[in-house]
């Protein structure tokens, strides 16, 4: 046996080995090919060959060694897994001769994982399915799942929203113990909840909102004051219907929002609370916070108070039926005078209120939206433009309004909020957008994008001339994502030293926790908000709006697969291997490639263009385009030049 001492020495010597090597740790990112690469937790990324990438999986924790290879080229090479968080996956069952496997639906992942007989449960070939990990590839480059569902097949009517369901893990559905809650609340029960706060059922209150809407969140009211308007902006209570800590918040917490998927929605309430008893329906008295806002004539909020309130909607009216009344002056014989006026004035306050923003702080250009309408079979039939009218910018502007208020409000309590953040430019593309701007705007001022007033101003001079539109298209791409903050933070989007949201409590959790909120800040108790439910509601939501995208994205693919048509669009983004178009139309994304296009193309970052000798592209640039390919398995579009 070895002695004490020489066992310590070669404990040393290890741990001196150890210490004298590159190692670090990061997370492992794929890519489309067999390769990938180790995101440090420095920020670098390292490349991950294939004979590596194949035993790890993208998320993976991954402790490496950070080498150079026969190129000289610094590479990762695994030292140890630290944890994996791929448990469950969706995908594609495969057979092979007697072999079967499953293409996973995880992105920067190109393996497949094999399928032992006796986990297969019956699955046949191209069938959808969700799988559980039963063997990691770290130790062998051999990875193996269980099929634990069978989700249906590509053919299947409804398809792609279930499908996206289960892939994203959303909940679809309610537990015994949240259905007995939801059951337990009842219309006799507002009555009761109702003493002590302000009564406005005799205001003229009108919901705007989709013919379709059930789960009404806002009601508004307007009219004249000597000076300026009076703005009662009514926003759903649910806070007063729903105990704290009940299931029910639990789930609508997790769920952190409803989701939209084209023809189906998920709801983030039970049906019985988000479209009737804590819905803003017509002719029923609800529970609400109101906004009371004091607006003079040149759009500014002069005072504004927050009041517990019982109000009514007295009519519930769509965006179409608003916008005929106000821009195309068509009766509204179903109104009340007195409902009429209301929507005059609301009209002249949303004027007033864009006229200050626009002023002030900053409106964002309207980009033409469309949405799908599905047929029978839940393919798309067509896809519509929006109309957007003065019906749509009353909401918006009251919205913003409330917004505004209650982000004060909130601020000025010293509680923490949820607000929303926005910190303007990408960390990573300051510096060198900064250059670009001072090398062609002569009376451009260093360092205008980092505060919020130089960035606000340098917009609205980019803005308000056209030779100078390229840059504010530079500007536009390069924009960090905004995101939820415990603490007042500015919001370069839209100009404003800090933003919440409030107004849509029955759809949004942010927005229900921050009703929470506001009844802790008035009885004087401690927040009711933390930084673990701002993660978890940045992450939920996030799962929200991807499985979405997934289920819009399959669809458009679908619905443009068979066309040959020579299509227009306008480039959107552009990359060192080619350029994203928008179809003009549609509003369809997809891809150019430069592999596809005759001679060799140089890449400027900094200017977001590609060039060669006889040609360049741009932002913005209108490209006419037909379909070349769609990859099925990651629901991509590729299209070359015509």
């Known amino acids: 046996m070895l002695k004490l001492d020489s066992l310590n020495q070669l404990k040393q010597l290890k741990q001196d080995i150890k210490a004298s090597r590159n190692l670090c740790i990061g997370t492992v990112k794929g890519s ?14 390292v490349y ?53 496997f499953v293409e ?91 003493e002590g706060r302000k009564n406005y059922c005799e205001l003229p209150f009108v919901t705007i909102d989709s013919s379709s ?57 039970p049906e019985k609370l988000g479209s009737d008893i804590c819905s803003l329906v017509e002719g029923k008295p609800r529970l609400a916070k109101v906004v009371k806002a004091t607006v003079s004539e040149t759009g500014d909020i002069e005072s504004y108070e927050l009041e517990q309130a019982l109000i009514q909607s007295h009519k519930k009216l769509s965006y179409e039926v608003v916008g005929s009344f106000i821009d195309q002056g068509e009766a509204l014989d179903e ?21 200050f923003r626009n002023k002030h702080n900053l409106i964002q250009k309207d980009r033409q939206e469309f949405y799908l309408e599905l047929n029978d079979q839940g393919k798309i039939a067509e896809i519509k433009q929006k109309v957007f009218s003065s019906a749509h910018r009353i ?12 982000a004060e409000l909130i601020s000025k309590s010293k509680l923490p909020g949820i607000y929303i953040s926005h910190k303007g430019i990408r960390a990573d593309r300051l510096e060198s957008l900064d250059k670009v701007l001072q090398e062609n705007i002569p009376e451009y001022k260093e360092d205008s994008l980092a505060s919020l007033d130089s960035f606000v101003e340098l917009s609205k001079q980019l803005s308000s001339n056209d030779e100078l539109t390229r840059y504010q298209l530079l500007i536009s ?72 995208y997934d289920v819009e994205q399959w669809l458009k693919c679908q619905y443009l697969a068979k066309n040959k048509q020579t299509l227009n669009a306008t480039i959107h983004r552009v990359f060192s291997s080619g350029f994203q178009v928008r179809l003009a139309e549609t509003g369809i994304e997809g891809f150019v490639s430069t592999k596809e296009m005759e001679g060799k193309y140089s890449f400027n970052q900094d200017l977001l263009c590609i060039t060669n000798k006889e040609q360049s592209f741009q932002l913005d640039q209108a490209v006419q385009v037909k379909l070349k390919q769609i990859d099925w398995s990651r629901k991509q579009i590729q299209f070359e030049l015509v």
């Not at 489309?32 to 990324?45: I, Q």
């Not at 590596?52 to 999986?57: D, P």
């Not at 792609?160 to 289960?166: G, M, R, V």
């Not at 309004?401 to 209650?406: E, Q, R, Y």
Request: glycine share 4%; proline share 4%; aromatic share 8%.
């Open 335 to 355: 109104c009340s005078s007195d409902i009429q006026e209301s929507l005059k004035h609301l009209k002249t306050i949303a004027d007033k209120r864009s006229e």
């Open 32 to 45: 489309a090919y067999k390769f990938g690469f180790v995101t440090l937790d420095t920020n670098r990324d």
């Open 477 to 548: 791409r390069q924009l960090e994502k905004s995101q939820l903050s415990l603490e007042p933070a500015p919001h370069f989007g839209m100009g404003l030293q800090q933003y919440c949201n409030f107004t849509s409590p029955l759809r949004k959790a942010s927005d229900f926790l921050v009703h929470r909120q506001l009844d802790a800040i008035a009885a004087n108790n401690e927040s009711y908000i933390n930084e673990a439910q701002i993660e978890a509601l940045s992450e939920n939501s996030s799962k929200a709006k991807s499985a979405v």
């Open 104 to 194: 996973p639906d995880i992105q920067g992942m190109c393996r497949w994982f094999f399928i032992p007989p006796q986990k297969r449960k019956k699955a046949k070939a191209k069938d959808l399915v969700v799988c559980k990990v039963t063997q990691h590839p770290f130790k062998s480059g051999k990875a193996q799942a269980s099929i634990v569902e069978l989700i249906g097949t590509d053919q299947d009517i409804g398809i792609e929203s279930l499908y996206a369901s289960k892939k994203h893990r959303l909940e679809t559905s309610w537990s015994k113990v949240e259905q007995e809650q939801a059951d337990a609340i009842s219309e006799e029960q507002i009555a009761g909840l109702s």
């Open 213 to 269: 809407t059930k789960d009404i969140d806002d009601a508004l009211y307007a009219e004249k004051a000597e000076q300026g308007w009076y703005i009662y902006i009514a926003i759903a209570d649910p806070c007063a219907m729903i105990d704290a800590g009940s299931a029910i918040e639990k789930s609508l917490i997790k769920r952190a929002s409803s989701v939209y998927f084209p023809g189906q929605t998920i709801a983030m309430l």
């Open 48 to 100: 991950l060959p294939p004979d590596e990438m194949e035993r790890v999986l993208p998320g993976d924790r991954v402790e490496v060694e950070v080498i150079k290879d026969a190129k000289n080229k610094k590479v990762a090479k695994l030292e140890r897994l630290i944890e994996s968080n791929t448990q469950f996956f969706c995908g594609k069952y495969i057979e092979k001769g007697k072999a079967a």
């Open 395 to 406: 909401v918006e502007e009251a919205m913003v309004a409330a917004n505004c208020c209650i």
